[in-house]
């Protein structure tokens, strides 16, 4: 088994703290920093977007622009670097690109030159590697976004010394977002016409960005064994299970972790009182502290539960809907912190308007609170329909808040029923996609609550639990040995 040290140069449109819309920016904020731990060069290259600049200040510019050859001129990069946690960021610093109120879109239309935003930032990471002299053995992007990477290396940079010993590995964090462009687009990106077919770009008479990094990087995984297997069936496959199938060989699922330190009730100053599997006490007055901050009934005995989410039909908030006056039937409290969709924003917010005494609808995203109701929750619910890996079930085990999740994806190798396994059982789960089952497993969690020596139980197993990233950074380095042929 090789021990060497790696050079990894990760290409990602975003990474916590600097920029954040979702699970990619949550596990390129903590995998850079987890393989750096475990002695590896990592070099994480973003845009330099407006946002970012309010978490880092005004880094000094590169005192020489990187020639980048792309879209039929020779462009001059900028970039700024910064170096955290032992991982080396290099912002991409284009202001006509990235010098934007946000980072893909804005009141719900993604801004129409996305594929030339991002088509800089694959080409142009390549060459800032050459200009740094940063020799990579593993090139890892992530998400359509990262999409274009191998696909010039493939098709522009075959030949260049640079690279000639570098690998390729390109990860779906979520198969339903393509980036998708007309065909036409090819030419723009600088890239042969020839792409626009089946085993090239080509996707229902347009190109997908997504597609190209499945279709040309070296190895292809997903951030959860089920998930991998999942998006190889027609149901979950998005238009794409064929060549994912075609690929299984070379296709892996590896489970996203959280970061312990960042999420910690024992230490997390957000909370009202700190506590931890060995001393839960600080739970309840965490519990009454946010029934105060939200106007709600201050009763400890009445279960509370969350759901931390974006509002999109991909969490299955068509089944929240669906059941809303039958979930405050049960005689609990809600409380729903998220955004998106604003007929579904409506929707919630009418529908809690009836249950004044037992619904909170909070439509933002915030962090701060966001940890209080982590704490203060005894039931966090996700049923979504598909999920690739997902971080709200692993935080709310770590704050001992018990999952009701929709056995899909990462949810499924993540939460353990008791009906499958009492004495591993971390939450509970529902197989059929439906408001009936959701309920159903939402009254046997119910059960549970109000039997309070095995809910305690429950409670300390589900927070003892590891799901933190040393296993996962482990698995990606194996994984970036296999790409090169290793024996990891």
Partial sequence: MSTASLNILM??????PFAKTGGLGDVLGSLPAALGDLGHRIVLVLPWYRSVQAITGRLRPSRRKVVVPFAGQMKQVGYRSLEQNGVRFLFLDVPEYFDRSSLYGERGDDYPDNALRF????????ELARHIE??????????????????YLRQQLWADPFFVNSTTLFTIHNLGYHGDFPAETLRQLGLDSTLNRLDGLEFHGRISLLKGGVRFADRVSTVSPSYCREIQTPDFGMGLDGLLRARSNRLHGILNGIDPKLWDPATDP??????SAESAAGKKACKRALQRDLGLPMDAETPLLAM???LDPQKGINLVLEAFDRIMQRGLQLVLLGSGRPDYEQRLSAAASFFPDQARILLRFDDRLSRQIYAASDLFL???RYEPCGLGQLIALRYGSIPVVHATGGLADTICDPQQDEARANGFSFHTLSSREMLATLDRALRAYRDKPDWQSLVG??????????KAADDYVDLYRTCRGETP
Wanted: proline content about 6%; glycine content about 6%; aromatic content about 10%.
């Fill in 461 to 470: 197993a589900a927070m003892g639990q590891d799901f933190s990233w040393s």
């Fill in 11 to 16: 290409v990602a449109s975003e990474a916590a």
């Fill in 270 to 275: 957000a909370l009202a009182a700190s506590y």
């Fill in 134 to 151: 940063f020799v990579p053995d593993v090139i890892h992007a992530h998400d359509w976004q990262a999409g274009l990477i191998p696909v």
């Fill in 382 to 384: 996700m049923p979504s």
């Fill in 308 to 310: 931390i989410t974006r």
């Fill in 119 to 126: 088509g800089l930032l694959s080409r142009a990471a390549l």
